[in-house]
């Protein structure tokens, strides 16, 4: 006998991991203040940091003269997009459109489509637990699991800012369509690839005194000791700075006229091993222990 279900009510696990635990990849429009979900089936992060330098050559030199120009972060997310019934692929299609539909400008009304006529270019914040997100939001409530109600609400308050490079939209033709009516078809599996630019609208970079300007940059675990903190912590507890040197930031026993410390010098905090730092997760996970994410074969949802 044939399986039925109530098609208007079907809802999976996954749902409510995703729900729950924020494993979810978040979007918001920024011209338009519109947000997407989409459940977190990632198959593929990367999160690229390339420094930029200009270089010239010079005659008699072996190696050009380098400025330093900029550093650019760039990510690139592949997910699945999984549709569990006949429904939940009409709404993964209708997401779909919207978020393609989002990579255009916002003309004035009534105005021809040049550049002239461009009010607001296609600017997104994205959120997507603490691997992409913003991190001055951090500590306020937006950075863990859940939170946040309503499509692309997470990313609103704590996305990080930047624009996409394009999307690819790739349905799974093996795993089949909804074929509720004639030239319709609603994917069952849809891949979506996409290049996220980053836009810095924080601090970052160090400062003179050798802290970093942005604690939690970038997935909310970073927070530096500036240089005086670490020769006063690891390389001279016993060393207390003097108020001429707090108030005007000057060098610390062993460093140079200039304040800045040599390698030998240089201190370096020890790294915390995994096992004793407390992994986030669901309420009664362990030390140690990393967080469950929903890793289900696609393939069993479209059974």
Same mark, same amino acid.
């Given at each position: 006998?044939?399986?039925?279900?109530?098609? &208007?009510?079907?809802?999976?696990?996954?749902? =409510?991991? #995703?729900?729950?635990? +924020? @494993?979810?990849?978040?979007?918001?429009?920024? *011209?338009?203040?519109?947000?997407?979900?989409?459940?977190?089936?990632?198959?593929?992060?990367?999160?690229?940091?390339?420094?930029?330098?200009?270089?010239?050559?010079?005659?008699?030199?072996?190696?050009?003269?380098?400025?330093?120009?900029?550093?650019?972060?760039?990510?690139?997310?592949?997910?699945?997009?999984?549709?569990?019934?006949?429904?939940?692929?009409?709404?993964?299609?209708?997401?779909?459109?919207?978020?393609?539909?989002?990579?255009?400008?916002?003309?004035?009304?009534?105005?021809?489509?040049?550049?002239?006529?461009?009010?607001?270019?296609?600017?997104?914040?994205?959120?997507?637990?603490?691997?992409?997100?913003?991190?001055?939001?951090?500590?306020?409530?937006?950075?863990?699991?859940?939170? &946040?109600?309503?499509?692309?609400?997470?990313? =609103?308050? #704590?996305?990080?800012? +930047? @624009?996409?490079?394009?999307?690819?939209?790739? *349905?799974?033709?093996?795993?089949?369509?909804?074929?509720?009516?004639?030239?319709?078809?609603?994917?069952?599996?849809?891949?979506?690839?996409?290049?996220?630019?980053?836009?810095?609208?924080?601090?970052?970079?160090?400062?003179?005194?050798?802290?970093?300007?942005?604690?939690?940059?970038?997935?909310?675990?970073?927070?530096?000791?500036?240089?005086?903190?670490?020769?006063?912590?690891?390389?001279?507890?016993?060393?207390?700075?003097?108020?001429?040197?707090?108030?005007?930031?000057?060098?610390?026993?062993?460093?140079?006229?200039?304040?800045?410390?040599?390698?030998?010098?240089?201190?370096?905090?020890?790294?915390?091993?995994?096992?004793?730092?407390?992994?986030?997760?669901?309420?009664?996970?362990?030390?140690?222990?990393?967080?469950?994410?929903?890793?289900?074969? #696609?393939?069993?949802?479209?059974?």
């Amino acid at each position: 006998m044939a399986e039925t279900r109530n098609e &208007s009510s079907y809802s999976d696990a996954s749902t =409510a991991i #995703a729900n729950t635990f +924020g @494993y979810m990849i978040n979007i918001f429009h920024i *011209p338009t203040s519109r947000g997407l979900s989409f459940k977190a089936w990632v198959q593929n992060f990367s999160d690229s940091y390339q420094s930029n330098w200009a270089t010239e050559e010079s005659y008699g030199k072996m190696d050009p003269i380098a400025t330093f120009q900029n550093t650019r972060r760039t990510i690139n997310i592949t997910w699945d997009v999984v549709a569990g019934n006949l429904s939940e692929a009409v709404a993964n299609m209708k997401n779909c459109e919207m978020l393609f539909s989002m990579l255009y400008p916002t003309y004035e009304s009534g105005g021809q489509d040049n550049a002239s006529n461009i009010l607001q270019a296609p600017l997104f914040k994205v959120k997507f637990v603490n691997l992409i997100t913003d991190p001055t939001a951090w500590g306020s409530g937006h950075s863990g699991a859940g939170g &946040s109600t309503g499509p692309g609400n997470a990313a =609103a308050s #704590a996305g990080l800012l +930047g @624009y996409f490079g394009g999307f690819e939209y790739t *349905p799974d033709f093996e795993a089949g369509f909804y074929t509720p009516e004639a030239n319709r078809l609603y994917p069952k599996l849809v891949t979506l690839s996409a290049e996220f630019n980053v836009l810095h609208n924080f601090p970052v970079g160090w400062n003179e005194m050798g802290g970093f300007r942005k604690d939690n940059f970038p997935y909310g675990g970073f927070k530096p000791q500036s240089t005086r903190e670490h020769k006063q912590s690891v390389a001279n507890p016993e060393y207390t700075p003097t108020p001429e040197e707090e108030n005007a930031g000057q060098s610390l026993p062993g460093q140079g006229e200039s304040g800045g410390m040599s390698g030998a010098d240089q201190p370096f905090e020890t790294p915390v091993p995994l096992s004793d730092q407390q992994i986030g997760g669901p309420e009664g996970f362990v030390t140690g222990e990393p967080a469950p994410i929903p890793m289900v074969d #696609a393939g069993e949802m479209l059974s």
